[in-house]
């Protein structure tokens, strides 16, 4: 990567913020090998999309076909390391007042890291719960026994289906994680959106919320997105790399 230069006045705004809001997608988690929605899929999944799979139809159609996506994702995750991108975010918490991650991951990468307050809007991919009335599923083996599960097991209390404690497309976002992201990025002094497509609502209206407040927002990834016209700040690249400039600019 050619060498970034943050601009003087995007390092002006940041030391003098306050109150900052990081908005996250799969982009952050790419370098620690986590596949991104727009990777195309392998294997046994090769001829589904992410939108195809991360369904209630689709898990009520074929459970068997879903729960193993999630299963070889949880493998994937659990062998997943936060990379400098989540590291340096973990560090700006340490540096200004108030930073939230507003995150649409799944991995928990960002607690990995160190970060505290990370608002999970999408859930948590090793979190299980039951399909019918969302009775929390604890694991009575070792997460490697219950990620090798080729079929969901059945809840303990109603016996439905166990499925993963993420949102799936056409369920609705958790109402308190939402509200408390929307003001957040209307009280913010500056907004940073991190490796996301920005085509994921109702997340994606985020950076859009802010800017509507007269919040300036900073955009970090690797290609164009819906947001990059409308952006205060374009800063091209990977954001394992480029993060760590734009926090290194403050010390
Ligand atoms: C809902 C969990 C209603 C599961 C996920 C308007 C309003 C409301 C809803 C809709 C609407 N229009 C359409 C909808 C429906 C739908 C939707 O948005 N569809 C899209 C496809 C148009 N939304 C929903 O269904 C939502 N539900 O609103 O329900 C409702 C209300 C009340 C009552 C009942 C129902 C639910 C959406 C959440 C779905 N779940 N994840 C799982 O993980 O399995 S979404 C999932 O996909 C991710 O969490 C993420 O949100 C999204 C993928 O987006 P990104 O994270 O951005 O990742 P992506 O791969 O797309 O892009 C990666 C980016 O990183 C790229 O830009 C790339 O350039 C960049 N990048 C790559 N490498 C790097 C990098 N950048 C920097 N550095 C790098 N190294």
Redesign the pocket.
Known sequence: MEKLVVPSELTRLLKNAKRVVVLT????S??SGVP????AQTGLWENYS??EL?TPQAFQRNPSLVWQWYQQRRRMVSQAKPNPGHEALAKLQEMIEEVAIVT???DGLHHAAGSEEVIEL??N?MASRCFDHGHDFEYSVSDEEFWALDEPPTCDVCGSLVRPT????????PLTALERAYELVSKADLVLS???????????SLPFEALAAGVPVVE????P?PLSDQASFLLQ????EVLPVLVNSLS
């Open positions: 997608g799969a982009g952050i790419a370098e991104t929605f727009r990777d992410a939108e991360a649409q991951n799944v999408h859930g991919i993420v949102v799936w497309f056409g369920e609705a976002l991190v490796g996301t497509s920005t085509l994921v609502q109702p997340a994606a970090i990834n690797l290609h997105t690249g990977k954001s394992g």
